[in-house]
Nanobody, 123 residues
Framework: QFKLVESGGGVVQPGGSLRLSCASSGHAHDRYAFGWFRQAPGKEREGVACVDSTGATTKYLGSQESRFTISEDKALNTVHLQIDRLQPGDTAVYFC????????????????WGQGTQVTVSS
């Protein structure tokens, strides 16, 4: 059974940093792409970043993307999302998702999803 478990969320002051983790199990990790998505209250879910089965990374937040770093530890079947200089607008539930081989910015292209981890940026 393919399983994704996110961790690392919490309450952070503006300007702080968080490192989110997504642990996967039940599959061949290196055959999948792993994407991070986020959903703020009242908003649609949006893509943040992705790492594909070759290790290539893509980021989807345009001018904001320099604050986000996606990385992968294949030995631990874990994908991380580092978020720096956090802003109140980053407050959302962050989800990890997986699909076969290639990244996609569209959430509907992903088959497997974690339960999400809440990130709240507040002073």
């Amino acid at each position: 059974q393919f399983k994704l478990v996110e961790s690392g969320g919490g309450v952070v002051q503006p300007g702080g940093s968080l490192r989110l983790s997504c642990a996967s199990s039940g599959h061949a990790h290196d055959r999948y792409a792993f994407g991070w998505f986020r959903q703020a209250p009242g908003k649609e879910r949006e893509g943040v970043a992705c790492v594909d089965s070759t290790g290539a990374t893509t980021k989807y937040l345009g001018s904001q993307e320099s604050r986000f770093t996606i990385s992968e530890d294949k030995a631990l079947n874990t994908v991380h999302l580092q978020i720096d200089r956090l802003q109140p607008g980053d407050t959302a539930v962050y989800f990890c998702a997986a699909r076969f081989l290639l990244c996609s910015q569209r959430d509907r292209d992903y088959v497997y999803w974690g339960q999400g981890t809440q990130v709240t940026v507040s002073s």
